[in-house]
């Protein structure tokens, strides 16, 4: 049982005000965030690839990772892709308006098992939020690790987020940065083709290194096999899945791989884990 | 410990209850069997498993979670508070008093819903001996006693003339022991007062073991799944009328100024459930049969080490459809 949670109740988010708001692309927002309790704001704490459950008072809760790095925090973010009922709640909102948090919930990205290893980072579309928190975490520690390279693609240049980032990391020596879109436009200067193409064209060296993806399933599924075809083996390569979430708290029963709530015993596994999975459900 | 008490007394020591206690019956209402406050006249007899398992009197249908008043310059969040008053349920059936046991993990492990907690410790569990086996009920074959019950704080054996008590927790031997209406008993008289179930199987249907193993091992056969959900209409009823059923949804209510968060049931049943933005992973309704038939009979022995089924029944006669869950258990076992 968890002492700290005994006798509260379960289900009631704390109140953020909402500090800043970032567009990214045509249909994608960063949100800023602090908790209105100022206490929280110096108590809260969380490990990159945990999530939260997000309310629009009225309109619902949806679950997003936390976009922000655990080194950084004077404020919180999360990123949202307009798509349904509460993400199209959560567009309206701006500067100095108050919504509801939840969480931290659910495992994180492994870092003991990341340092003194080279690490690269595949992502694609708004799936670059839960390593985007990552990468931010491991440039600020950077002496832990090795070799970095990052790989992102979007469908176009005008769907790539966090450009802000990618010109950070782009212009910093410590980082190899590669950007590629499905379509390019005349201005486009990085690569065009779908990111496993492109991983397989730039082929980077499974030694001592650590892959972490994450993106749209079908991204996700053939990064996979892309990886292993360049000799990474499963215990090698880590992604963050996404399920329907409403609970987060391993109760309401929908995240359901065979046996495991990815709310509970995820979001991150290895493909290793993964492998084992009773269930293709996924 | 065993004790015993005559009908007259019992309504004596019932009414005693009142005083602190809601007592709640099984009773028939609109031709309908379902637990209901009692005026304790009579004593409940011949009754069948209620259509609306006692579940819901500890996780409803519909609980508000929280509420919100809100202006244009400020929100204020209030927490629902947790249920209180106590209450005693007369009548709780073996199966469905071990289906609140199975559901305590889930809702109280890790995160503690208050809520279930609450409607646990505040509810004095008086379970009672069937006399006939319910109709599509299995419970034997999920390894209940029909007629004995450790899920309970007292259970009552009715034999002609007296009740048969067996004291299970603490909570029930303070409380039957209270008074001077309830005599001593033994072990002895107790089992003696062991009945014949009206309508028993002479065999059981399956074992569940090999219902156990084999839902994992058909789980990638993917025809065996479409054949034996063919008939399944998504309409969900199996999982509302379940003793162990607990998926829920979280929906919002607003009004002019104020809202309330509610929890709900839901039901893995509707395509609905698992959808996503991009996709979903359960679209398909064989998908979302054996999900539910792998939740209750592998993930949650697997997670929980119980079977989340009580062969209580309810899903197989009320399906519209007749898909007897009876028959895929048997087929799974074979």
Redesign the interface.
Known sequence: MNEQVQGKNIYQPYLMEIIKVVPETGDTKTFHIQFQEASLRESFSFVAGQFAEYSVFGEGEATFCISSSPTRMSHLEFSVKRVGRVTHALHQLNEGDTIGFRGPYGNHFPLDKLKEKNLLFIGGGIGMAPLRSLIHNVVDTRADYREITILYGARSPQDLCFQYDLESWGGNPSLEMVTTVDVGDDNWKGKVGLVPMVLEEIKPSSKETMAITCGPPIMIRYTLKSLEKLGFTPSQVWTTLEMKMKCGLGKCGRCNIGPLYVCQDGPVFSLEEIKKFTSDEF | MYLKITPKKLIQWLDGLKAQAEVLTPAKVDGVWTYTLSDLQTLPQHYFNSRISPKSLFFPSLQA??G?R?SDS??Q?S??P?PDGQRAILGLRPCDARALRILEP?????????FYSQNLLRTLLLGQACQAQCEGSFCEEMGIDPQDSADVDLFFREIPGRYLVKVVTEKGKNLAGAGDLFEESSEKEWNAGQREIRGRRDKPLFDLERVKAGA?ER?PDEDFWRRVSDKCINCGVCTYLCPTC???????L?MPGQ?V?F?CF?S?AFPG???????N??EEKW?RYR?RV??KF??FY??FQTVACVGCGRCVIHCPVNLDLREVLLAIAR
Do not use: E
């Open positions: 979670l929280l919100w809100s400020s929100l969040l927490s629902t947790p889930v809702f109280l492990k890790d995160y503690q819903d208050v994992g789980f607990h998926c829920f949804d979280l929906c919002d607003q809202g968060r929890r839901d893995c459930f698992t959808k996503m933005a991009v996709h992973p359960r998908r999900q792998n939740h592998n993930f697997q997670n």
